[in-house]
């Protein structure tokens, strides 16, 4: 296959995407790197164009051969300047951000619910979390980190082709919702010694405060990761990963 | 309390100590942050000297008072352009590497033993992680990231002052262990499906690769974290809180 190198333009409109407000005004998001970019061609999602170097080209021929969008080859150090991987000597796309749709739990499932999650590569990993344990909804409050934040993608390892986000005022989405709403503190019921049956919503809060008042209101019940030694917390993604193991074991 | 101004010699080894060989040549590491120079304050730790800020030694005055080290006033400034914490306003401490002594399991223990974990960040947040389930001891490999590193105590949140650390040949010293050794992998049994008895070490490994051949061929078990969805692999620092859950409870 004999491609046509990348434009300038793309590449400065790569640039442009690690801003939040250049992806709301394009509806557009980046991909980085061989094995996101790799599940990214075998996901439903809207592909706007791909910059491969030769080398990602020869390596996945088969997947790229049959492309609807455009291709361009570029070079490794064009697509590290562009995107915010140090090393990427593979490929970068850039996909239309999915609508953000109303989500809620089917009768036989778990979702998530952030409440202020700040920071990008926490969100990533929850994504990654939530996809290990089969959960594929993610509702986000307006104050969590974008989902579609480069560091967050790169973060997700590829999770974020199966789970979706419905970015929401939070509160008023856990009031209007009829299911169970558990909230995850540091004072309530030990993870390990209750059954949480499905439909739930499991809300997680804050790096430094936890769930915001409003929030703690809204939940049924409040669930606690319990504690053996000294630390004075775990971090929300390592306690997404804590209850999402609880919640599923059998 | 009236302090003397840090001298230009401390900063520049506190600039010096993000190097490792300057951390060995020195037998020092630097402890940064309002939380951990707390919690550092509050340990056994041998502390050579503190660089606080106006507002750091007006919070802490009683836990300062006393202190039997040097004790110095800096500018947020100055502690910021020296240490390697982006937003520091509080203080920066250097202390003694603690020795490098064997450690093993007594019999109500488990103890965790990393292979090869590169990054600091994740190095942290499982001695942080071992903190949260009572874990008290590491052991590591010699390819292992330094436990020292700035952005190791900076990602253990303090939890540095209560395990301690060796680092050494990881598989001579699984050889010469006569306890339960436990590896975990992505096709051992279930975690969710088998008691471990104490005492056991706990071998986690690399972030890409997983567990070295010789660990591997050394544990007398493996486990694994059933998978829900689809995601290809946890992050190590998450398949750590897990598999730590799923070890303390009862």
Same mark, same amino acid.
């Given at each position: 296959? !004999?491609? !046509?190198?990348?434009?300038? $333009? =793309?590449? =400065?409109? +790569?640039r442009a995407l690690s801003l939040k407000k250049n992806r709301v005004a394009h509806k557009l998001f980046l991909i980085e790197?061989? !094995? #996101?970019? =790799? $599940?990214l061609l075998n996901s439903q999602f809207?592909? #706007?164009f791909l910059l491969s170097t030769q080398t990602f080209l020869d390596q996945n021929a088969a997947l790229l051969n049959k492309c609807p969008f455009p291709l361009f080859m570029a070079k490794v150090s064009d697509i590290e300047r562009s995107g915010s991987l140090k090393t990427n000597n593979s490929a970068i796309a850039v996909a239309k951000i999915p609508e953000n749709k109303p989500l809620a739990p089917n009768k036989s499932e778990y979702i998530l619910a952030l409440d202020?999650?700040?920071?990008p590569g926490n969100l990533g990993a929850i994504i990654r +979390?939530?996809?290990w344990y089969g959960i594929t909804k993610l +509702?986000? #409050?307006? *104050?969590?980190?974008d989902p579609y934040n480069p560091k967050t993608i790169i973060a997700s390892m590829g999770s974020f082709t199966r789970? #979706?986000?419905?970015?929401? *005022?939070?509160f008023k989405y856990l009031e209007k919702s009829a299911c169970q709403k558990i909230g995850a503190t540091m004072e309530g019921q030990s993870i390990h010694k209750i059954k949480i049956a499905t439909p739930a919503i499991i809300a997680l809060g804050n790096e430094s405060n936890g769930l915001s008042k409003l929030v703690l209101d809204s939940v049924n019940k409040t669930v606690s990761i319990p504690r053996f030694g000294h630390a004075e917390s775990l971090n929300v993604a390592m306690a997404a990963a804590v209850i999402c193991d609880n919640l599923k074991r059998s």
């Open positions: 296959m !004999k491609l !046509k190198p990348a434009p300038k $333009e =793309k590449l =400065k409109l +790569i790197g061989a !094995k #996101s970019v =790799k $599940e809207d592909i #706007s202020d999650v700040r920071d +979390i939530a996809d +509702i986000l #409050s307006k *104050n969590c980190a789970v #979706s986000f419905h970015q929401t *005022n939070l």
